[in-house]
Nanobody
Framework: QVQLVESGGGLVQAGGSLRLSCAAS????????MGWYRQAPGKQRELVAV???????NYADSVKGRFTISRDNAKNTVDLQMNSLKSEDTGVYYC?????????WGQGTQVTVSS
């Protein structure tokens, strides 16, 4: 089992920045990805950004150039720096860790961008 704990959500004005952090309960050695997904009201959960154990990154088109994902394998953390936030970025952000075919999820943190 892997437990994930997110922090850093909140309320921000459009154009502002937030940084989300996620800490995993134990170190995983080997192939795995860590990342962030979000779910807006009335919509399905969608990928925001993921990063593999060896640093390969994938961003949703809607956040490219504005968001930056990073991970620290020694600290077992993954962060999401969000700049130039837009109202459409509002939602609950979930930390994810995928090990093989198993997904682990955090409890979610609310991000609200006011226009």
């Amino acid at each position: 089992q892997v437990q994930l704990v997110e922090s850093g959500g909140g309320l921000v004005q459009a154009g502002g920045s937030l940084r989300l952090s996620c800490a995993a309960s134990r170190i995983i050695i080997g192939i795995n990805t860590m990342g962030w997904y979000r779910q807006a009201p009335g919509k399905q959960r969608e990928l925001v950004a993921v990063i593999t154990h060896n640093g390969i990154i994938n961003y949703a088109d809607s956040v490219k150039g504005r968001f930056t994902i990073s991970r620290d394998n020694a600290k077992n953390t993954v962060d999401l720096q969000m700049n130039s936030l837009k109202s459409e970025d509002t939602g609950v952000y979930y930390c994810n860790r995928r090990i093989g075919s198993t997904d682990y999820w955090g409890q979610g943190t609310q991000v609200t961008v006011s226009s």
